[in-house]
Nanobody
Framework: QVQLVESGGGLVQAVGFPILSCAAS????????MGWFRQASGKEREFVAV????????YYAESVKGRFTISRDNAKNTVYLHLNSLKLEDTAVYYC???????????????????WGQGTQVTVSS
């Protein structure tokens, strides 16, 4: 089992630069690709970004490309999502997820992932 705990959400201003964190425990963190998803109220959960196990490959949803950055620190068992140029429509619960298998990159579907965190709410204010 892998346990994932997100943090860093809250009420953020559109001009801010919040960083979401996801701390992992339970198994070897570097064996897992890590993704971020989000779910706005009344909408389906959607893919945001993913980073490969070694951190060298990343992939983003078009809606966040150029504004968000995913990174990881395998020594700290943590994946990050750096938010920039926020829009009101970025308001959502943000989830991190872990995937053990290495085939079929990039991993953009919910069922590509084996473990999920509980989510952290991000509310963007103008």
């Amino acid at each position: 089992q892998v346990q994932l705990v997100e943090s860093g959400g809250g009420l953020v201003q559109a001009v801010g630069f919040p960083i979401l964190s996801c701390a992992a425990s339970g198994r070897t963190f570097s064996n897992y690709a890590m993704g971020w998803f989000r779910q706005a109220s009344g909408k389906e959960r959607e893919f945001v970004a993913v980073i490969a196990r070694d951190g060298y490959s990343t992939y983003y949803a078009e809606s966040v490309k150029g504004r968000f950055t995913i990174s990881r620190d395998n020594a700290k068992n943590t994946v990050y999502l750096h938010l920039n140029s926020l829009k009101l429509e970025d308001t959502a619960v943000y989830y991190c997820a872990a995937r053990g298998a290495t085939t079929m990159w990039p991993y953009t579907m919910r069922n590509d992932y084996d473990y999920w965190g509980q989510g952290t709410q991000v509310t963007v204010s103008s």
